[in-house]
């Protein structure tokens, strides 16, 4: 899962994974990346499935919030992932 942060919203705030579903693996800040202009992309991820079960699980809702340093909340962005269909070799 891919976020992206704009420079002004990156200089202002952290993201934090506030929620995942509840059968999912909690997944990591795998990469950070600037992006041109100050903003920024971060890459959240699980380690790897091995069945179509488990990669079952990582559907649902994952919520992520915005916090200021003094820990103020700035609102948060709600992912929801299908996972209907899906490849698996």
Do not use: I, K
Not at 13 to 23: K, S
Not at 43 to 48: D, E, K, M, P, S
Not at 54 to 77: I, K, N, P, W
């Amino acid at each position: 899962l891919d976020v992206v942060q704009t420079a002004a919203a990156a200089a202002q705030v952290d993201l934090y994974l506030e929620q995942a579903p509840a059968e999912a693996p909690s997944p990591r800040l795998l990469h950070a990346a600037a992006l041109p202009g100050g903003g920024r992309c971060l890459t959240l991820a699980t380690g790897l499935v091995h069945t179509p079960a488990a990669a079952a699980r990582l559907a649902g809702t994952y919520v992520l919030g915005q916090r200021s340093g003094d820990g103020a909340e700035h609102g948060s962005c709600h992912v929801t992932l299908g996972l209907t269909e899906f490849e698996f070799e």
